[in-house]
Every structure is written in C-alpha cells, then in structure tokens.
C-alpha cells in the first residue's frame, strides 16, 4: 500500500484547529512542520504532501475570519527546506500551469530533486480556485478545456526541458578546458500553441529523471491527463464501486497510451478518526462536526459546488438543478451524487462534506479502519491513501501508532524503506532521457 500524508497549513478538518489538543497553526511554524515529516518519515510513509492555491480565499472579511485556510507556505520554498531536513521521505508539491511558466517550474523542481536526493513529485493541478485568476492580471478564469490543454502543453515542454542534458554529459576535464560533453546537450526549441520555450534547462537533470508525475483530476478531461501522464493519481471517492471504476477507467487509459497499468497509482484522500471502541471514535466524529461554524461550511460547501447556497434555505434539499461549474468538476458531481442519493438537507450536506473537503471519512477502532482501508485495497479500487489527519499532531500520530502496525501484519505495508529516492519507493522506473510519456498521444487528444 501506498501512503501519503497532507501537511496542511492548519488541519485537515476544516475545524480541527479549533481541537483543544490542535496545534492551531501547525502549517506555520516550521518546527511543527518539520516534526510532522519526521514523524512520517519514521513511520516510513512513501511522500508527504503541500497543496496550494494562489490566492487567500475571497469572501466577506467576517466569513473569511473563520476560515484556516487563509494562509500557508510557498510550497516549493517549504519543500526545499523539507528536502534537506530529511532523507528518506517523497517531498511532493502543487503547482499549477495555469499562472506559471514551464521554464520556471522545471528549474525549481530539477533543483529540489537534486537537493532531496531524488524525492520530489509535482502535483499538477490546473487551478479550480476561479479567484486566482485575479492575482495574475486576468478578470476572467481560464475555461476548464483550455485549461488542460494548456496543461499538456506545459508538461511536454517541461519534460523537454528535463531531457536538457544525458545524465554523463558534465565530464569536467580540467585537462581539455571542457565542462560538458557538447554532444550530450538537447536544445528544445518548443513551438506551440501556449509556449515557445528554447531551452535548455540551465540546472542539471533531476536525479529520478524526472519528478514524480502527480495529478488530481478526476473529470473526463481530468482522467485523459491523468491516463497519458500521471504517475500518481490523487482521488476523492466515497464508495467501493465508484472508487474501482475510476481506478479501472484510468488504468485502462494508461494501457492505451502504452504506459502499462503498472504505471500509475491511484491514491485516495481518506480521514481517518479513531477511538478505543466505535462509541469513542464517534463521539470523537461528533465533537468534530461540532467545532464546525455554519457560515465556513455553507462558504466551503459553495466553493466546493461553484455554487452559491449561503442564500438556500438550510433545512431544504439542495435545488433541482446545480449548473455545471468551471471550477471543481469532479468534486461537484461527487457532492450532489451524495445529496441526492442519501436524500440531504444543505446542512446535512455542508456537515457531511466540509469536515475532510469531500474525501472518505473512515470511523472506528483501529482495527475497522485498518479493515475498511485494506478492503478497498484488496479489492483494486486503489494502490493507496492520502491521509487528511483531523488535527495534528494526535490525528496523525494514533493512525501512525495503531493503524499501521495492524497493516503491517497484514503484509500491505513496508517495515524499512528499501530505496533511496521517492520512484522506488513507489517501485516506477527511472525514465531514460527523450522517452516519450505517452505513445499515442495523438489519440487520446
Ligand atoms: C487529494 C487531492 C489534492 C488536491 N490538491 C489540489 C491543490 O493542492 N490545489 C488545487 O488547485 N487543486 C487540488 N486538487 C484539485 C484537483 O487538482 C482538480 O482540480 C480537481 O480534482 C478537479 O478535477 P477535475 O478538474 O478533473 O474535475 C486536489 C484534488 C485532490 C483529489
């Protein structure tokens, strides 16, 4: 099994820096930080995992003042620092190639990759947060179809740009005067639709080839990214069919691109909330769902829907008809299925999605939560979980402590790392320099 950990700038829960036992700001103290990796890292978790938006949430400044998220470390500037306090552990990061460069963002993880040892992923997003757009000259935020083939675009030039230099071209021979071997540099020279980028990348190849390729898309153009070029395929999904189907459907993806199944791994985000008997794990649920304030979850569930319902009267169904949002596709279809199918009110709603954004919430004792996440496991419907603590540091460190040690025994978890960059612990190849992603990209455009 495949296990990451989501180092939120506060808590997973949207509430759970209001736990008593809540390091309220765990996200911006660096000591904190710092002690939640390590933690991992001795727990021998594959990665650890920044997400990111660029933007404060935008809102009444009396709202807002309720919402922990409004606040966080540049991701790359955290990993950075991440990447040479610890040595074993993935340093995977959002970035988005809605409002960057792909010159830029190839520079920076090369060198966190050379700086980690080879233990980078990206998590390429292309930008749900319709807000962002106004931090980067743009009134308006870029449609969802132009949004991905921007992305693909972006990714091809960055994997160019990583295929700058063959592995052995520096050869520093002090005798000849020659630092590089001139035969063994790649000019990209990229022309297209989005991007003219010459190149070459003026920063060595990363150790692992290139990072980890992460993606989170779960939407059909969401799932063609992910089928041409992810590694690593973050979810949300809440029920053992749906989770399958989607694993299949991207697998099977994979396997038309010519990647083969064994190339990707599908993770699902999971929040797992554990006590020494059901009773105690859902007092421990309830008290949660207590410390939610009602304006954040009707403010979140709006931004999780693209739509606003803080207007909608709050003990009615959410309306017949939701239009489709530009925004979190995938989530929106996630959350209304749920609304209809278990027949919700909007608080009912608000209470049963913002607590974990939508993601599995998994109750129990430590050996059902171990079962439940083994079952989806065994069955193929995921390779693995991001876990979304409640609060940190107890949220983590009794799944860490309890949790673990059953899955363990059961044989779905290592003991020891076994390599030293984050592609071996996910057993992926290294890629050799100029091969392709995807064969048959053309198809699948
Ligand atoms: C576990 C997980 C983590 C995500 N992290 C981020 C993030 O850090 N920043 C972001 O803009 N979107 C993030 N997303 C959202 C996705 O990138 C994507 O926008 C969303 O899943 C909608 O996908 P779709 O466009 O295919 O519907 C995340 C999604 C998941 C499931």
């Keep these: 099994m495949t296990l990451g950990l989501l180092l939120s700038p506060t808590s997973s829960h949207i509430a759970g820096w209001r736990h008593p036992d809540a390091i309220s700001n765990a996200g911006a103290e660096y000591k904190d930080i710092l002690a939640t990796a390590n933690s991992a890292e001795e727990a021998k978790l594959d990665f650890v995992f920044l997400a990111d938006e660029l933007c404060a949430p935008e809102g009444d400044a009396d ?19 991440l ?27 090369a060198s966190l990759d050379q700086l980690s040892n080879g233990r980078t992923g990206w998590n390429l ?4 947060v319709e807000a962002e757009a106004r931090n980067f000259s743009q009134s308006e935020h870029l ?11 972006f990714l091809e030039v960055a994997t160019g740009l990583w295929d700058s230099w063959d592995d052995d071209a520096f050869i520093l021979d002090k ?9 063994k540099m790649h000019v990209l020279d990229h022309h297209g639709e989005h991007f003219d980028v010459r190149g070459p990348l003026n920063v060595l190849r990363p150790i692992q080839g290139r990072p980890v390729q992460v993606q989170a898309g779960s939407s059909e153009d969401g799932r063609a990214l992910a089928g041409a070029y992810a590694e690593v395929v973050f979810t949300a999904q809440n029920s053992l069919e749906k989770a399958l189907e989607f694993t299949n459907d991207v697998k099977n993806r994979a396997e038309q691109a010519g990647r083969g199944t064994g190339s990707v791994k599908v993770l699902a985000g999971v929040q797992p909330i554990i006590g020494a008997t059901m009773e105690e794990a859902q007092q421990k649920y309830r008290q949660m769902q207590e410390l939610i304030h009602p304006v954040i979850g ?19 169904p959410l309306p017949e008809v939701i239009p489709e949002t530009n925004s979190y596709q995938s989530r929106q279809k996630l959350i209304v299925e749920a609304a209809r199918r278990d027949n919700l009110t909007i608080r009912e709603l608000y209470l049963q999605v913002v607590g974990a954004y939508g993601h599995r919430v998994v109750i129990g004792t430590a050996e059902s939560v171990a079962e439940e996440l083994a079952d989806w496991f065994t069955a193929g419907a995921v390779d693995g979980y991001i876990l979304s603590p409640t609060y940190l540091p107890d949220g983590f460190e009794e799944f860490k402590e309890q949790v673990l040690p059953i899955l363990r ?4 978890f290592r003991e020891e790392y076994s390599g030293d960059t984050f592609r071996e612990h996910l057993g992926l190849a290294r890629p050799e320099r100029g091969e392709a992603r995807a064969e048959k990209i053309a198809q699948v455009q």
């Design 63 to 81: 709202i807002l003042s309720r919402d922990p998220v409004i606040y966080r470390f540049e991701p790359l500037t955290l990993l950075a620092a």
């Design 83 to 109: 990447a040479v306090s610890t040595r074993k552990i993935g340093l995977v990061a959002t970035q988005t190639t809605t409002y960057n460069e792909p010159y830029h963002i190839a520079r920076k993880f």
């Design 125 to 128: 997003v292309t930008s749900y």
């Design 143 to 153: 449609k969802y179809a132009d949004r991905y083939q921007r992305a693909r675009e």
């Design 175 to 183: 005798e000849s005067g020659r630092y590089f071997d001139p035969s």
């Design 298 to 316: 009707l403010t979140r569930l709006s931004q999780l829907l693209g739509f606003d319902v803080s207007v909608l009267p709050l003990d009615e």
């Design 409 to 412: 025994e059961k044989g779905m």
